[in-house]
């Protein structure tokens, strides 16, 4: 009797193992299937395209609209503006991290309650987008790719995460002892709890990465000079306006009958935007599944 109810038991976990496994697989291929779409896509002719759109697997490989995107100077200043955005965002963004989310962890620290609330306030309620460009504007940052990158160096969501992560992780003890030792918050910081906050920080270098990656709408708001663009705003306007004619005349290309056609063009850059977040994302993978439960442990 014993046996066959763990045998049934056994049946029922494999059923619904089987059936995770299908549902998941499912979902995973409904995100991919869009991405190899437009990487297919972007290297067939647009005729072929136009005789069969829900084809996949072009019968001839056309390089057209990327040797065009790649003689295209905006572009290469484009991704040089979003690396050098991205990198000095994610650094700041992760140092304020650290020595905000340290002492707000701290329960005897005066007025934390006070500074928490206030701190999350701003979760829910700001000035809004005029009072902030009015704000940009009048310190001397709009134009310039410090508008990208200051306004938003801390953000209220993973402060808080990092602050949980903090309490439920590092014991309390270790910093008594280095208090004994005769070590300052500064020396117990950066040489007892930062080498502890490894796994938090890489998870919100990654977070950092990626949002810094993808903004476009505070340069849109921003940013006039077209040769301070970053490349997700070159993208949109590439999609959204359809510039794709005014690009080819301002770099130069091909002659016409060489040149690709502008829905290329745009399956193109699309492969050229997120191919570093495609390349860097496998490696960082882990990081993310363990910002899932970054700080969910309440104190």
């Known amino acids: 009797m014993i046996m066959k109810k763990r045998k049934n038991k056994i049946k029922q976990d494999w059923h619904t193992t089987a059936i995770c496994v299908i549902v998941v697989t499912l979902f995973a291929l409904c995100c991919v299937a869009p991405f190899i779409y ?6 067939m002719p647009y005729s072929e395209y136009l005789e069969n759109p829900l084809k996949i697997i072009p019968s001839k490989i056309d390089f057209a609209a990327y040797k065009q995107l790649f003689e295209f100077d905006l572009l290469w200043s484009g991704y040089l503006n979003t690396i050098i ?17 340290y002492p707000l962890s701290k329960k005897n620290l005066k007025g934390q309650k006070f ?16 009072p902030n460009y009015i704000l940009i504007r009048n310190l001397n940052l709009d134009n310039t790719l410090w508008s990208l990158i200051l ?15 903090i309490v439920t992780t590092i014991p309390t003890t270790l910093e008594e002892v280095a208090t004994i030792d005769g070590a300052n918050d500064l020396r117990i910081l950066f040489s007892v709890v930062f080498p502890l906050l490894k796994p938090a920080i890489a998870t919100m270098t990654v977070f950092c990465a990626v949002g810094a990656w993808n903004s476009y709408f505070s340069a849109m708001m921003y940013i006039q000079d077209r040769e301070k663009w970053p490349l997700t705003l070159i993208l949109r306007e590439l999609i959204v306006e359809d510039s794709a004619s005014a690009m080819s005349q301002t770099a130069q290309l091909l002659n016409s009958q060489n040149m690709a056609h502008s829905f290329t063009l745009k399956m193109a850059a699309i492969i050229i935007t997120i191919l570093p977040i495609l390349i860097v994302y496998p490696f960082m993978q882990k990081y993310f599944v363990k910002g899932v439960t970054l700080g969910s442990v309440k104190e």
Do not use: Q
Request: hydrophobic share 65%; with cysteine.
């Open 38 to 43: 437009v990487f297919c896509v972007s290297f």
């Open 115 to 130: 500074i928490m609330g206030a701190i999350m306030f701003t979760m829910f309620f700001n000035g809004g987008m005029i």
């Open 85 to 101: 955005v991205t990198v000095l965002s994610t650094a700041i963004s992760v140092f304020l991290l650290v020595i905000s989310a």
């Open 151 to 165: 306004p938003g160096c801390l953000n209220v969501f993973n402060l808080i995460l990092m602050r949980n992560f």
